[in-house]
């Protein structure tokens, strides 16, 4: 008899597991279909020193709309077919002024008047747009800063304590509205600027690295607000002009030939070289050429034309 209760002890137990089993099978069903929808689409932070060309290059992708933050098309490249938020053109046939958002209420606006528009036309499954371009983050964490003032009645973030820490709020709901750009299957990119930052290895031996720059006012109590993005986005990407270097010898001096632009994709931890902070979620070479095409193949792929043949 008390073999026969631990029998259907047993039984119910593994019932009970079976139906939880399906339960997180189903669960694990939705997120694999979830990670599919994302994988569809990523959030790409792109950053290098200022002037080497990530306006220029976001520009060259087809489908793309700009949404810039403060320099307009400046930096665009010459044959760019990009579409952004205009005002009315005064006179024909000159180029319309961009739209720039100066509040986080405009920025808010004019995202969203983007996934509104970008849908796809009568009978046709293709959106308009398949990137949306941010340029760049500066302007983008200064409309942060403004709006966490706003909110706290401050004059500035330095006026009262916490406010540092306060401006994550807001961040998040600019991470949700970009999660909703992306998960719509449209590319994000955000332009930023390059920045030293000290870095060490496990043994204890200090170097600098790249990074990308963030408006901390110089507050050690601030976050880690370039690790808060690192930590968020899908890709952080380092552009850079490839540099060969031919060894000086006697009477030689060593010198430099500067190729084409080239995307770091994967980060290196040079000890007295270059070092580069980045990322990316995808299987990537660590080193692809700056073009639309090689960019898209590698997204898809995984894989590039050789950096040496492109340069």
Aim: hydrophobic share 45%; aromatic share 10%; glycine share 8%.
């Amino acid at each position: 008899m008390f073999a026969l209760i631990i029998s259907h002890t047993d039984w119910i137990f593994a019932l009970v597991a079976f139906l939880a089993m399906a339960a997180a099978a189903r669960s694990f069903e939705g997120a694999v279909i979830g990670s599919q929808i994302r994988q569809q689409a990523s959030i790409t932070v792109l950053y290098s020193e200022p002037g080497d060309g990530k306006t220029y290059l976001m520009s060259e992708f087809e489908g793309a709309f700009f949404l810039p933050l403060e320099d307009g098309t400046a930096g665009f490249s010459p044959e760019y077919k990009v579409r952004f938020f205009a005002h009315p053109s005064a006179k024909e046939g000159v180029i319309p002024a961009p739209i720039i958002p100066r509040t986080y209420v405009e920025f808010v606006a004019l995202v969203r008047r983007f996934i509104a528009l970008n849908v796809p036309a009568a009978g046709e499954r293709t959106k308009p747009y398949g990137y949306l371009m941010i340029d760049g983050i500066t302007p983008l964490e200064a409309i942060v800063h403004t709006e966490t003032c706003r909110r706290a009645d401050s004059s500035s973030m330095e006026d009262k304590f916490g406010m540092w820490t306060a401006s994550l709020a807001v961040w998040a709901e600019v991470w949700a509205l970009l999660d909703e750009v992306r998960n719509r299957g449209v590319h994000v990119w955000i332009a930023a600027h390059a920045a030293d930052e000290p870095a060490a290895t496990i043994a204890g031996e200090t170097y600098r690295r790249k990074t990308i720059r963030m408006l901390t006012g110089g507050n050690k109590n601030a976050p880690d607000f370039a690790g808060m993005v690192f930590g968020r986005v899908d890709n952080l990407w380092f552009l850079a002009r490839d540099v060969s270097v031919t060894p000086g010898s006697r009477g030689r001096r060593a010198a430099a030939r500067y190729g084409g632009r080239v995307i770091y994709t994967q980060p290196t931890r040079e000890i007295g070289g270059a070092s580069y902070r980045a990322k990316s979620r995808r299987t990537m070479p660590a080193k692809i050429p700056a073009t639309p095409i090689d960019i898209r193949r590698a997204q898809a792929a995984g894989i590039s034309r050789p950096a040496d043949k492109i340069l």
